[in-house]
């Protein structure tokens, strides 16, 4: 999705993400690795792009968020996500028990890290008591409320 998408939301060839890879040979040692680049369409998407997170939006979501992000007329909102993207490597642990690590950083092209911290809306809109009462979807309703302030500047 980040690219079958995203390369309609750029002009050009734009970096969105890097990682940090371990150095098997030198332990403890990460490096950072070339930006992964999304490529253009031959014909971008020209309109107004919303994407809506929240703090449930996790793993392959914040990838694809990010992606995203990258390209022109493109917006966040929502709230902070959860923080919880990169790869996923199992560790089986004596007794029979596991757990899954992240054996890689990511991280913005300008070095920002994402892991642990989340994507940090553009802008920021949380439920609130009285939308669930009513039965209203705020972040939905701030995305529909931009949409047509951009299709008015137009």
Known sequence: MPFALG??????????VKFTAVNYNNPG???????????????PYQGKVIVLVDERTQSSAEYTTMAFRAGRNVTVIGSQTAGADGDASQVVLPG?????????????????????IGIIPDIEV????????E?????LEKAI??????EYKK
């Open 126 to 133: 949380k439920r609130t008591r009285k939308g669930v009462r």
């Open 96 to 116: 029979g028990l596991w757990t899954i690590i992240s054996g890689l950083g990511v991280y913005y092209p300008d070095g920002e890290p994402t892991q642990r």
């Open 145 to 150: 409320e931009l949409i047509k302030e951009y």
């Open 135 to 139: 039965q209203r979807d705020e972040l």
């Open 29 to 43: 040692e990460f490096s950072f690795m070339d930006p992964i680049i999304i490529e253009p369409d031959t014909k």
């Open 7 to 16: 390369s309609y939301f750029v002009n050009q060839p734009t970096p969105f």
